[in-house]
């Protein structure tokens, strides 16, 4: 095993050094929570997309019994032209029931509000029901709820 170590470079060795001590730090992050109703766990984040616009990089984040939702709406192809509409976010118990849903603006167009590739959002939930297992967030054009 030793002469085998010394024909690898010292990069890959460095590589698969490295590899081998983290390897028991990802295994367990892969068994990871199940997303529920204790503060700090993850919460499960479905997206939904149409008209070309599709929501990416979704967060979101249990805070003091509140749940920060954030993000931002990306053209899904070349498309020129403003971005416009407003981001539905529904908060969904574990068999998918709503149990509460708001929307909100975009804010910060990347990079000009004529032409944007993007537009982020941002929202904060209080109150948020122990039984909140996902988040379902979608982009909508026309006025807001």
């Known amino acids: ?72 709406v990306e053209k899904r192809y070349d498309r020129r032209g403003r971005i416009r509409g407003h981001v539905d976010v529904q908060l969904l118990d574990a068999q998918g029931k709503v149990l509460a849903e708001r929307s909100t603006a975009l804010i910060h167009f990347m990079p000009s509000r004529r032409n944007p590739d993007y537009a982020t959002f941002l929202l904060r939930l209080e109150d948020v029901p122990g039984e909140a297992a996902a988040v379902r967030v979608s982009h909508r054009e026309g006025p807001r709820l």
């Open 1 to 72: 095993m030793k002469s085998m170590l010394k024909m690898l470079t010292r990069p890959t060795r460095t590589l698969l050094l490295a590899l081998a001590l983290a390897a028991p730090l990802c295994a367990g992050a892969a068994a990871g929570p199940v997303p529920g109703a204790i503060p700090g766990e993850p919460i499960q984040v479905i997206i939904e997309s149409g008209n070309g616009l599709t929501p990416a990089g979704i967060s979101a984040k249990r805070q003091n019994g509140a749940l920060e939702v954030s993000g931002r």
